[in-house]
């Protein structure tokens, strides 16, 4: 649960203690041990630290579900064979071996599976598997589209324009 919800909850079960309490010490709050100054203070901290996250309640919800699956494509290919790898066997697109052209020949290839599993989706009988061929296709389509960005500075160029903007 998030504390933002936690705190919420707090301030729920505190709104409920006020209302059906007949002891609540509306003068001398020291006397109250109903936690409602500890509940305003967590509301208060988690609604500071939801305000670092509000960018992502801004997206469409189909970019938080692809952002999704690409992670999750992320997490199971991270051991796979066939990509470059340095001289301590280290591999990943961020690596001075792995160049641009490297990965360009990899949207090709995920292009052309994202294609297949859109046919395929065209001609399934069970829809479901087909759909969720074409979610993860798609995802490591925009996996290697990331990290050609990513490999060439153009995400950590964003995100230093986007930290700098906040400061100023």
Sequence with gaps: MSELKQAAEKVLRHIHHFATCDIHFEDEPDKCSCGAEE????????????????????????????????????????????????????????QPCTDVDFLLLKLDEEVAELKEAVDDLREARELKPAKEAVRLEAADVSNIAMMIADNLGAIEAKLNETNEGEKG
């Design 39 to 94: 509940a305003e203070e967590a509301l208060r901290a988690a609604l500071e630290s939801d305000k670092e996250q509000e960018p992502v309640a801004c997206l469409h919800p189909s970019v938080v579900a692809i952002a999704y699956a690409m992670q999750e494509k992320l997490d199971k290919n991270a051991t796979k064979k066939g990509w470059p790898a340095d001289d301590s066997g280290e591999r990943g697109w961020l």
